[in-house]
């Protein structure tokens, strides 16, 4: 079975984020998003509150799990079999970060493959911080996010 890992903070998903998943987990038998639990940054939703989100984004796909980590990334994929790591660029300043971490994992873990995908080009200006300040000033971000994710923002943002 090929295993591919989609790690990240998805604070919250986007449907940049989705796009990645989706297209992904059609590549793979089983796509495994993993959220992080990174101690540098402040989230505004728990892991819990974040998983739930991805759960209900992505509950049409089947063949993908949602799980969470606070251990090396390696480490975890080389625990679920999986052969792969998937990691979403928008623009070439997201390159450098984004080639150090790989090469990194390379070294670690060199029978774990890094692939690189760009999201479709209408969600490549998107981060999940740009969307939470347009919440919190009542802007419109309906096509950036599902549905339920906005409901979550504005009940976080808003209340």
């Given at each position: ?6 790690p990240?903070?998805f604070?919250p ?19 495994i998003?993993?959220v992080a639990s ?12 974040r998983m739930?989100?991805i759960?209900k984004?992505?509950?049409q796909?089947k ?7 606070e251990?090396?990334?390696v ?8 052969m792969a790591?998937?990691?979403?660029l928008?623009h070439?300043?997201?390159f ?8 990194m ?6 029978e774990?493959?890094t692939?690189?995908?760009m999201?479709d080009?209408?969600y490549?200006?998107l981060?999940?911080?740009i ?11 309906s096509e ?7 409901d979550?923002l504005h ?5």
């Open positions: 079975m090929r295993k591919i890992i989609y990240g903070t604070d998903i986007t449907n940049g984020h989705l796009d990645i998943a989706e297209r992904a987990s059609k590549l793979f038998d089983e796509l998003i993993v990174n101690p540098d940054k402040d989230p505004l939703f728990s892991v819990d509150e739930d989100m759960k984004s992505t509950h796909l063949n993908i799990q949602v799980e969470t980590t251990r090396l990334l480490d975890f994929a080389k625990d679920n079999s999986a790591i998937v990691r979403g928008r070439v300043s997201d450098e970060y984004e080639f150090q971490m790989a090469m994992n390379y070294h670690m873990a060199p774990i493959t692939i690189f995908m999201p080009e209408k490549i200006h981060n999940s911080s969307l939470k300040n347009i919440v919190k000033l009542n802007g419109d971000i950036y996010v599902p549905t339920y994710v906005l979550q009940t976080k943002l808003n209340s």
